[in-house]
Structures are given as C-alpha cells and as structure tokens.
T-cell receptor
C-alpha cells in the first residue's frame, strides 16, 4: 500500500459532461502529479501541483484542470468530455525538497473513466 | 522531448525461465529510472528505482541495470513464475519531476 487513495474507482460519463476525480496524498507529501493511461499505452503526464500551485503541464488542453488543497489532497477536473478521454487516471504523490532531484512518486490505484 | 521505448511489447515464457526486458530513452539527462509492474485494470506497483548515479538495483529475483550514457536499462527476472505475469513499465524522471513512461512489456509466464 502506498498511502495514496483515489476516488471514485470507476466512473461512467457521457460526452460533453464534466467530471471531477479526487486524490488523497500520502501523509507529509507536498507534490501531486496526474497521469492519463489509455488502454494498452503507458501513462502520460497531465500536470503536477507543488504547494497548491501548478508546477508543470504535459500536452493536454485547458479543459483539463486541477487543484491542490492546503492538506495536499488534489482534484483533476475535465470539462466537455470527449470519447478519447476514456482512460485510467493515476495520481502520484511525492515529497519534493528544494534542490533534491531524487523524489519518488507513489501511485494510487487509479480511477477508470468511461465516456460514452 | 524525452521518448521511452520498451522491447519487446509482449513476451511469453515457460515457468522457470530467466528473462530480460529492455528499456531505452532518448535524453540521458535523467534523475532516475523506475520499473513498475501493472496488473490488468490496476494501478502501478514500483519494483525498482535506480538513481542516475547508480548502475544497478536488486530486489529478490529482480535486477535492474542502468547505462545512462547509452540511454538503456534492463530488468532481469530470474526463475520466472506464473505470478510474475503482468505488464512491466519503465519510466524516467527528467526535469520538472515528471515521469516519462514507455508503453510497457506484457509478460505471460506459462505454468
């Protein structure tokens, strides 16, 4: 167990709807990263939050947005859902210290989103 | 832009065989490399992490090596078992603390 929990486990939405996925970080971690994993592919980096600020973004459109809260839990929001958004969404938390490059990311079990 | 490639895409072996999974990356400016295991429909389980200054890491029947200059890593699994059947993912961490993943090797170990 990594101590990172994601909810819900599964979700079914229709095209055009909006969805919010949640992640609870491991205790003491200050950074959360979100990844999208389409079927049969490796995870793709969406964005990262460090101390409640976005700290890097992958090649995803603005309709993918996030939040990190003071307790370091996090949300991923996706607006105007498209069929291609169907995927496993993974959250990873880590403790990033200034100038320390070796931070290890601990992954949750993921949320499987199906867009019909 | 970092790209990670894993070969082979799929592998089927009989139980007891030793096997090697390969991972290559295009940008050698990495902080670390990590091997993960993923069971069908599940999240990621970290197996081994190699810092950029290290050459290899071992855990039980698993051994991972890293040659940063040539952009290559291998995961060696000794005496494979049916329970080892899963998808194995290689990921490198570059600047910005983001992981770049390969597409994985799907391993089947037959009893």
């Amino acid at each position: 167990e990594t101590g990172v929990t994601q909810s819900p486990t599964h979700l079914i939405k229709t095209r055009g709807q909006q969805v919010t996925l949640r992640c609870s970080s491991q205790s003491g971690h200050n950074t959360v990263s979100w990844y999208q994993q389409a079927l049969g592919q490796g995870p793709q980096f969406i964005f990262q939050y460090y101390r409640e600020e976005e700290n890097g973004r992958g090649n995803f459109p603005p309709r993918f947005s996030g939040l990190q809260f003071p307790n370091y839990s996090s949300e991923l929001n996706v607006n105007a859902l498209e069929l291609d958004d169907s995927a496993l969404y993974l959250c990873a938390s880590s403790l990033v210290r200034f100038n320390e490059a070796k931070n290890i990311q601990y992954f949750g079990a993921g949320t499987r989103l199906s867009v019909l | 832009k970092q790209e990670v490639t894993q070969i082979p895409a799929a592998l089927s072996v009989p139980e007891g065989e030793n096997l090697v999974l390969n991972c290559s990356f295009t940008d050698s400016a990495i902080y670390n490399l990590q091997w993960f295991r993923q069971d069908p429909g599940k999240g990621l389980t970290s197996l081994l992490l190699i810092q950029s200054s290290q050459r290899e890491q071992t855990s039980g029947r698993l051994n991972a090596s890293l040659d940063k200059s040539s952009g290559r890593s291998t995961l060696y699994i000794a005496a494979s078992q049916p329970g080892d059947s899963a998808t194995y993912l290689c990921a490198v961490m570059g600047s910005g603390s983001r992981l770049t993943f390969g597409e994985g090797t799907q391993l089947t170990v037959n009893p």
